[in-house]
């Protein structure tokens, strides 16, 4: 044969085989999806349906693969709760899926990853959950973190607070987000971590803080307020303002805050003054409109106008500050509250980003 037919030969065995792959695989997509939905269905009935329809599903279940079901049971499962969670987990166990699970555990960290994000499928005290937040390989602790709902976090809270400190980021982020779907029960736990050393995991948990609500947080987060990080004093200034305290010792350290060296420390420390309405530290906070940077003269305009009437009364004095800056903020401020909501206060929440930031130098050299 000539080189030109071996070459047509050839190109039509490859063109052959990319068709017979290509079919195979869409037929294998087809089965699983037709398996998956016939899994949903069977499922629907068995948490929607009387202890005997559940009890009848389970045969047609059983006779399922394994993959599409554990997918269906794992769908469900992240979308329901309280009675129909049980009743999905007693069909796990019953299907075979919970043994599954145990199976891929044991296997290589690939296994053991696919084992963590079907972990919610198998009992809460069972203490695989818990092998797998501990896991060696890092893949497969984030995956175990990532499954959990809002109580499980809560009950796993003391390991999370440990991941917090994991030499790997992504088990660091994992856990925080974890810890971030919690409700005020959580409140204790962070207590007891803040009170801890300053490690990189206490940043975060910090964090954590400016995102929970709860006067019972403003103690703790004093101690943090001297650190030397500003990044932590920026958000012990954030979670102050959360935690709704107006504590006397709480309002000193905004107060302090509010003249830390760093500009964001500051800027954090004016909005927290506004979401507290701490109308003690009002006099301080107008003269924060005169700060060489532009973020914190913002923040501390927001502040004022959501403080009405005595915040935008000063806002009004400061329309002839012998200062450019503080009166153009004045009259921005003042400008935003009229226009968006016409009620002489600013909405919490308001971004204002119509002035861009005006390098300090070109304030001291006006």
Request: with cysteine; charged share 25%; glycine share 6%.
């Amino acid at each position: 044969m000539t080189p030109l037919v071996l070459a047509a030969i050839g190109t039509t065995l490859v063109a052959a085989t990319y068709v017979v792959v290509g079919v195979l695989h869409d037929m294998a997509v087809s089965h699983h999806e037709r398996s998956f939905e016939r899994a949903r269905v069977a499922l629907a009935d068995t948490v929607l349906g009387s202890e005997d329809a559940a009890a009848r599903a389970i045969p047609t279940l059983r006779r399922l693969p394994r993959r599409a079901l554990a997918q269906a049971l794992v769908g469900l499962s992240t979308d329901l709760g309280g009675d129909a969670r049980s009743r999905l987990r007693r069909v796990s166990e019953a299907t075979g899926v919970s043994r599954h699970i145990r199976r891929l555990a044991r296997g290589r960290w690939r296994q053991r990853a696919c084992a963590a994000q079907l972990q919610m499928l198998l009992p809460d005290d069972d203490p695989l959950r818990t092998a797998l937040l501990l896991d060696p390989h890092p893949v497969v602790r984030a995956r175990a973190v990532e499954t959990l709902g809002p109580e499980e976090a809560l009950d796993a809270s003391p390991h999370l607070f440990a991941l917090l400190r994991d030499g790997n980021p992504g088990v660091r982020l994992a856990a925080q987000l974890a810890l971030l779907r919690c409700d005020a029960r959580l409140v204790p736990h962070l207590m007891a971590h803040l009170e801890g050393d300053g490690s990189p995991g206490t940043l975060l948990g910090l964090e954590v803080a400016a995102n929970l609500p709860d006067p019972r947080l403003g103690a703790v987060l004093l101690r943090h307020a001297d650190d030397p990080d500003p990044n932590r004093r920026m958000l012990v200034a954030t979670a102050l303002g959360s935690t709704l305290s107006q504590t006397d010792q709480a309002l000193a350290v905004l107060s302090a805050l509010l003249d830390d060296p760093d500009s964001t420390v500051r800027a954090s420390a004016a909005g927290a003054i506004g979401r507290l309405g701490a109308l003690e530290l009002v006099p301080h906070l107008a003269a924060k409109l005169s700060d060489p940077a532009w973020v914190v003269r913002r923040e501390a305009g927001a502040s004022l106008a959501r403080m009405a009437p005595v915040g935008t009364m000063l806002l009004r004095v400061h329309l002839a500050d012998v200062d450019r800056f503080a009166r153009d903020m004045a009259r921005q401020i003042l400008d935003i509250v009229t226009t968006r909501d016409g009620t002489g206060t600013l909405a919490d929440g308001m971004i204002l980003s119509t002035v861009d930031e005006m390098p300090d130098e070109e304030r001291w050299a006006s």
